[in-house]
């Protein structure tokens, strides 16, 4: 079966860090370009950032340059993102999410909270 | 950055009726690229159409994508129970990728 699980959410305090983690299996990781999408409570969808095939580049929102860091281990078959200097406004569910047509397979996400 | 601005907010409709989203860009996105995706609550977001027009695998041909440039529409011709969800629309021709803010489909 083709799936995406994340992990590694939780809660942390303003300007902390915290680093997710997507485990693919039932395809080839290295064939994918692969992106996290983040989606606040009650509110809609958030592009956070993408990786190419390789791991060679890599684009972020706006929002997130310089704090967040995406990465990938196609031997491991894994995606991460590594966030530090976290705000409030980094509260969401993060979801990791294949793209081929389209985001065409996505993971249950990993909440991450952000508060004091 | 690329603005994604959806209408309405929220549509009200029965079930056999005809849905129409509407998806407008603050820029042309480029070759079209633009796609649309489902969500229902508790559940990670389907994509339905990309390319503008491209419908995924496996989805039914009830749903349709059109438009070009700055103005896209998503079209379900008639409305199904499990129809009734979230609809968002994601450009993909740009260096910073964008969502719309979304349009619910609700029961009348």
């Known amino acids: 079966e083709v799936q995406l699980v994340e992990s590694g959410g939780g809660l942390v305090q303003p300007g902390g860090s915290l680093s997710l983690s997507c485990a693919a299996s039932?395809?080839?990781?290295?064939?994918?370009?692969m992106s996290w999408v983040r989606q606040s409570p009650g509110k809609g969808l958030e592009w956070v950032a993408n990786?190419?095939?390789?791991?060679?580049?890599?684009k972020y929102v706006d929002s997130v340059k310089g704090r967040f860091t995406v990465s990938r281990d196609n031997a491991k078959n894994s995606l991460f993102l590594q966030m530090s200097s976290l705000r409030v406004e980094d509260t969401a569910l993060y979801y990791c999410a294949r793209w081929s047509y389209g985001f065409d397979i996505w993971g249950q996400g990993t909440m991450v909270t952000v508060s004091s | 950055e690329i603005v994604l601005t959806q209408s309405p907010g929220t549509l009200s409709l029965s079930p056999g009726e005809r849905a129409t989203l509407s998806c407008r860009a603050s820029?042309?996105?480029?070759?079209?690229?633009l796609a649309w995706y489902q969500q229902k609550p508790g559940q990670a977001p389907r994509v339905l159409i990309y390319?503008?027009?491209s419908r995924a695998p496996g989805i039914p041909d009830r749903f349709s994508g059109s438009g070009s440039e700055t103005d896209f529409t998503l079209t379900v011709s008639r409305l199904e129970p499990e129809d009734f969800a979230v609809y968002y629309c994601?450009?993909?021709?740009?260096?910073?990728?964008?969502f719309g803010q979304g349009t619910k489909v609700e029961l009348k």
């Open positions: 039932g395809f080839t990781l290295s064939s994918y370009y």
């Open positions: 994601q450009q993909y021709g740009s260096s910073s990728w964008t």
């Open positions: 390319g503008a027009s």
């Open positions: 820029q042309s996105v480029s070759s079209r690229y």
């Open positions: 990786i190419n095939k390789d791991g060679s580049e890599k």
